[in-house]
């Protein structure tokens, strides 16, 4: 459209007027076309961020209580929805990092006007100790509105090699752990009719790849669990957002399990490369302001991983056989 804007403007020095008659007619022919189909598309996007900026306000003084808040992903939600004037409840294991976390809160956005950040160890595989937790947060902050189910530990080793015990590790922080939790916080959101609750799951909750077969099956649990938990709480307008990330540079490889419990320790190329933990936390945000029921945060790549499993079955299957052979060669 400026290549024929700028061929108007030169036949017009150049007392080329017939040219520039016709050349006229049809620059507005086209741009009549574009505008008219464009339109829709402007509307859409217009509302799309009134709608956003509705639900970024509607945060404001909400109880966000966000676990695995100590890094990755969980401290750059904690961030996210603390700018957004949320009171943030931060669980994880390590007190230290969540104490560096609300130190780092509280000196970055000074001008957030809101509750300072409430700090609360726990350990998501001890699902007998967590309704206990959320009455010690209830009893803090006098109720809670956003659960965020982020904690987890990822996993390396064929099904071979992974002893009994770490699938049930993995299961127990990834599912059992956000299955117990939720379970806690569900009556005071059902008696309130107001709540949010969101899942952090994975690509590979959609799609399993060979290596990390309790990981997958731990993030496919929780879609399933979402959905239907979804179903149920729609009447009480409680709101489920599954959110499901590709790769993140985080720490996640690094604290994965190997098949005898040791921790993996290494930095995967495909984490080092992934999205920044802030923009997946940013997305996951925008996905809850909008209360979506799941977004996928992904490159290209996996989101066709999914399409082919769901529709192309074989070829997926050939697809993960040859890379299984191929790293279990290495
Ligand atoms: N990074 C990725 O590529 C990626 C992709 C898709 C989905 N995800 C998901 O994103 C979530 C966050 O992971 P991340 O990438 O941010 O990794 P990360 O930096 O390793 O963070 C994991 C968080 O989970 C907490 N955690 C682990 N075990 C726990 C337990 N037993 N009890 C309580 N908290 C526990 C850790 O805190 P403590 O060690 O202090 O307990 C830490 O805060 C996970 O659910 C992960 O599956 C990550």
């Known amino acids: 459209m400026f290549h024929l804007i700028g061929q108007i403007i030169e036949m017009a020095l150049e007392n080329k007027l017939k040219d520039t008659k016709k050349l006229y007619e049809s620059f507005s022919l086209v741009g009549s076309l574009t505008l008219a189909l464009s339109l829709p598309w402007i509307i859409f996007r217009v509302f799309k961020a009134l709608y956003l900026q509705k639900g970024f306000n509607e945060l404001f003084g909400k109880v966000v209580v966000i676990t695995g808040a100590s890094s990755g992903i969980g401290e750059a939600l904690a961030h996210g929805f603390y700018k957004q004037g949320c009171q943030v409840v931060l669980c994880a294991r390590r007190r230290q990092e969540l104490e560096r976390v609300r130190s780092d809160l509280l000196h970055s956005h000074r001008t957030v006007q809101t509750h300072p950040p409430v700090i609360i160890p726990l350990d998501l595989a001890d699902i007998n100790t967590l309704k206990d937790q959320v009455t010690k947060i209830m009893s803090i902050t006098g109720k809670i509105d956003i659960l965020v189910n982020n904690g987890g530990v990822s996993h390396r080793g064929t099904v071979l090699s992974t002893s009994y015990e770490v699938d049930m590790n993995i299961m127990m922080v990834n599912y ?40 997958s099956a731990s993030k496919h649990a929780l879609q399933a669990f979402s959905d239907s938990l979804r179903a149920e709480v729609t009447s009480s307008n409680i709101f489920v957002t599954v959110a499901s990330p590709g790769y993140v540079k985080t720490n996640l490889s690094l604290n994965a399990l190997t098949g005898s419990g040791s921790t993996y320790g290494k930095m995967d190329h495909t984490t080092e490369t ?21 977004v996928v945060i992904s490159t290209l790549l996996p989101k066709m991983a999914i399409y082919l499993r769901k529709y192309l079955p074989t070829v997926y299957f050939y697809i993960m056989a040859q890379r299984a052979k191929k790293s279990m060669k290495n």
Not at 181 to 187: D, E, Q, Y
Not at 274 to 292: E, H, L, R, T
């Open 176 to 215: 059992f752990g956000s299955v117990a939790l939720t379970k806690a916080v569900l009556p005071d959101m059902i008696k309130r009719k107001q709540g949010h609750i969101i899942f952090v799951s994975s690509i590979q909750g959609l799609v399993s790849l060979p290596e990390r077969s309790a990981y």
């Open 274 to 294: 992934g999205y920044s933990s802030k923009f997946v936390a940013m997305q996951i945000i925008k996905a809850v302001a909008m209360k979506k029921n799941e």
